[in-house]
């Protein structure tokens, strides 16, 4: 029978991550075909609900926004440090619920999500991302903007930074005991709210 710690983290990296992994990178493939786009709103739902779910394993917090927040302020770079509470309100919650990031501001200065849109009006590809993600991250990144400003969120930019997150976090959970007790609790926790048998 395998350990509480082998269950936790065989249904957080080999089961939830697998595949959220796995369908986004298949979701962008597709996207950089298509000259009309490429599945912008899934995309951008998928990788902020992924977030969303990563980060109620690693977060003492008990609201979801503050759980988002503190596990992007613990383990991100530094351009999304302070940020990403609100960011969790108006875009997880307006593309979940209303399939569009709610506003800040008005309604004739709505919040935007920038989606990667190339000059063919493809979906620009994570290997070509990937190549310079640390200068895209800077130049992109609109996450506290001026008043009126829209904000601006790039998906692949944000999947990327969160695949390196989580193969981080693959590792130092196995030997740092203090996050290995978090996982092995919060599993728990979320196993009772998914009504998952013990």
Request: overall charge positive; proline content about 3%; charged content about 25%.
């Amino acid at each position: 029978m395998s350990s509480d710690f082998e269950k936790a983290y065989g249904f957080l990296f080999d089961e939830t991550y697998r595949m959220w992994k796995a369908d986004l990178t298949k979701i962008f493939r597709i996207g950089t075909k298509s000259n009309k786009g490429g599945c912008n709103l899934s995309s951008c739902i998928l990788v902020l609900i992924g977030i969303e779910s990563f980060s109620k394993f690693f977060s003492s917090k008990k609201s979801d926004a503050s759980a988002f927040a503190e596990f992007i302020d613990n383990y991100y770079p530094v351009a999304y440090h302070g940020k990403m509470e609100n960011i969790y309100k108006l875009f997880r919650h307006g593309l979940a619920h209303n399939y569009y990031p709610k506003s800040e501001f008005n309604l004739k200065n709505t919040s935007l999500i920038a989606f990667g849109v190339d000059e063919k009006n493809r979906v620009v590809s994570l290997s070509r991302l990937k190549k310079d993600l640390e200068n895209c991250r800077k130049r992109v990144l609109q996450l506290s903007p001026q008043a009126g400003k829209p904000y601006v969120i790039v998906p692949q930019v944000l999947f990327l930074d969160t695949i390196a997150v989580m193969e981080q976090l693959k590792k130092k959970v196995k030997s740092d005991s203090i996050l290995k007790g978090v996982l092995i609790s919060n599993h728990k926790k979320i196993r009772t709210i998914l009504r998952h048998s013990t």
